[in-house]
Nanobody
Framework: QVQLVESGGGLVQAGDSLRLSCAVSGRTFSSYGMGWFRQAPGKEREFVATINWTADNTYHANSVKGRFTISRDNAKNTVYLQMNSLKPEDTAVYYC?????????????????WGQGTQVTVAS
């Protein structure tokens, strides 16, 4: 059984930074491709960032490129999302997801496991 637990969300001001963490249970974490997604109120869940199993390939949504960075520490079974220069439009519930394939993906349907989400609120 694979479990994902996000942490690090909160209420911040525009321009501030946050780092989200996602702790993953399971001995095969290092072989998973990982992703971050978000869902704003009244909107569909959308892709944010993805990283492959060796952390040498990442991809970020255009809306966050240059401000957010996904990373992972396989020794700690943890994936991170560093969020800088936050904007009010970044307000959403952020979800961590894992896929059995080790490659990156922007497609939600390719992810097998999901966390419960962590709220990020950015005040203007």
């Amino acid at each position: 059984q694979v479990q994902l637990v996000e942490s690090g969300g909160g209420l911040v001001q525009a321009g501030d930074s946050l780092r989200l963490s996602c702790a993953v249970s399971g001995r095969t974490f290092s072989s998973y491709g990982m992703g971050w997604f978000r869902q704003a109120p009244g909107k569909e869940r959308e892709f944010v960032a993805t990283i492959n199993w060796t952390a040498d390939n990442t991809y970020h949504a255009n809306s966050v490129k240059g401000r957010f960075t996904i990373s992972r520490d396989n020794a700690k079974n943890t994936v991170y999302l560093q969020m800088n220069s936050l904007k009010p439009e970044d307000t959403a519930v952020y979800y961590c997801a894992a896929k059995a394939s080790p490659l990156i993906s922007t497609r939600q349907r390719e992810y097998n496991y999901w966390g419960q989400g962590t709220q990020v609120t950015v005040a203007s």
